[in-house]
């Protein structure tokens, strides 16, 4: 398990579609909730307004744009262009579908939209990201640990520079 500072690198340009199809929302997302409003069998709501279908859609789009615009500034990483446009596809749905299943979780757990859960909040969408996007192309085991050690961190700095920048209402 060695890891080289480019194959850090790379790990990098490999899962940008996830970040992007997880920060795009903050900026694209509001109307319509995905849950439609709706409450679980608990009372309380399925997803929350958090969730709406506009930051999805808008999510998937960005982060599957991103990976078209990989492909053209680095071919030889995807050897085409339909694996990377794939590729970048399973990444944004993964890190959505990742993120949705975090609210999911947090509110049975009676947290209300917005609150932190410290873990699901930061890993959960990259865990999804890396589970769908396996069968195309995958990382070292180096690359993973790496990713998951450093991308709470960089969840925190974006979250923290999407709230000076008055984006959205909390830090975190
Ligand atoms: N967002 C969205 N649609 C999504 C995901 C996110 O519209 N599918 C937008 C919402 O405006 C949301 C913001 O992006 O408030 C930040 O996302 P996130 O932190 O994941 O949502 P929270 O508001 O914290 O809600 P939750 O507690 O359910 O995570
Ligand atoms: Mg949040
Ligand atoms: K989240």
Same mark, same amino acid.
């Not at 709501?45 to 969730?51: C, M, N, Q, S, Y």
């Not at 009676?110 to 609150?115: D, E, I, S, T, V």
């Given at each position: 398990m060695t890891a080289s500072l480019s194959s850090l690198l790379w790990a990098f340009w490999y899962i940008l579609p996830a970040y992007v199809a997880n920060g795009s929302p903050v900026l694209l997302g509001g109307g319509l909730p995905i849950d439609g409003g709706r409450n679980w069998r608990d009372g309380r !709501?399925?997803? #929350?307004? #958090?969730?709406t279908w506009r930051g999805f859609f808008g999510g998937l789009a960005c982060g599957t744009l991103t990976g078209l615009v990989q492909y053209f500034l680095t071919p030889d990483f995807y050897g085409n262009l339909k694996t990377a446009a794939l590729l970048a596809f399973l990444l944004a749905l993964g890190a959505l579908l990742g993120d949705l299943i975090g609210s999911f979780l947090k509110r049975r757990a009676?947290?209300? !939209? #917005?609150?932190p859960a410290i873990g699901l909040d930061q890993l959960g969408f990259l865990i999804a990201a890396l589970a769908l996007a396996y069968p195309v192309k995958t990382l070292s085991s180096g690359q993973i640990i790496f990713l998951l050690v450093v991308s709470p961190f960089i969840h925190w700095g974006a979250n923290y520079f999407a709230y000076r920048m008055g984006w959205k209402s909390v830090p975190w």
């Open positions: !709501r399925i997803l #929350g307004d #958090g969730k009676n947290l209300p !939209r #917005g609150a």
